[in-house]
């Protein structure tokens, strides 16, 4: 059985693979923009219509959920959502809102092997979660379950959080949550189905409950939509001991119902 963020060896080769001919393409070819590939002027980033529709999230917006608010109040912002019913998690930071730019680079690096696209991604979520990089122990990457990390070949969330790493020096640690039932997608789940599907899915192994006590840990996943996930994963950790759970996406759903 593969470890949870592991990389199984015909998948790392392959990966070597991948990026050593990205490399000769982007020694010979122009730059392009990560999401249309329209001519940019520097590699890694987005040509000007993408930057402009991407949606980066930025003050205000609630503490607790990382949701955007139209207009700023003044003082700590909190949403109705997250007085009516608090997250089982601290806070959650999004780069960027779910819209179709977003989308389309989420799924570029889920489903179109464009690795490459974890870091410029890790490079905004490190500046979206900078204060709660600024004093955590450790990245948590949501795992996934080694049948699917088999056929996918790699963890995208753990992607992202190597990515976080080598900009902040906070260090990921992989090990400490493990999903010990494969669950179906949560694409066209409402909320309570999601909350459902991942009822029990993730857990804290024995032998790393050690390096979970006490530590301030920040949750890693490509995209928030209900919460349902995050929320599965703060409870483990706390239940085994964490004295705070952040959570930092790359993108979030803004008005999810």
Not at 40 to 60: D, K, M, Q, S
Request: aromatic share 6%.
């Amino acid at each position: 059985m593969a470890e949870a963020g592991a990389i199984p060896f015909h998948a790392a080769a392959a990966q070597l693979a991948r990026t050593a001919a990205q490399t000769v393409v982007d020694l010979v070819l122009p730059s392009t923009c990560l999401a249309c590939k329209k001519p940019v002027g520097a590699a890694g980033g987005l040509c000007p219509a993408c930057w402009t529709n991407i949606g980066f999230i930025e003050r205000p917006y609630c503490e607790r959920l990382g949701v955007p608010f139209p207009n700023d109040g003044g003082g700590v912002l909190l949403s109705p959502a997250a007085l009516a019913d608090p997250p089982a998690y601290d806070r959650a930071r999004a780069a960027a809102r779910f819209g179709d730019v977003a989308r389309d680079l989420v799924h570029l690096l889920k489903y179109g092997d464009r690795l490459d696209l974890a870091r410029p991604l890790g490079r905004w979520m490190a500046r979206a979660g900078a204060e709660l990089l600024a004093d955590a122990d450790a990245l948590v990457p949501v795992p996934l379950h080694w049948t699917r990390l088999w056929r996918r070949r790699f963890n995208q969330s753990a992607m992202l959080a190597r990515a976080i790493s080598a900009q902040g020096g906070v260090p990921v640690a992989d090990h400490i949550l493990a999903r010990k039932r494969a669950t179906p997608p949560q694409v066209g789940l409402g909320r309570p189905e999601r909350a459902r599907n991942v009822q029990g899915a993730f857990v804290v192994p024995k032998e790393a409950r050690i390096d979970v006590k006490g530590r301030k840990l920040i949750v890693i996943d490509d995209v928030l939509t209900s919460g349902a996930t995050a929320d599965a994963c703060a409870r483990v950790l706390r239940r085994a001991g964490a004295s705070r759970v952040d959570v930092l996406v790359f993108a979030r759903v803004v008005g999810y119902e």
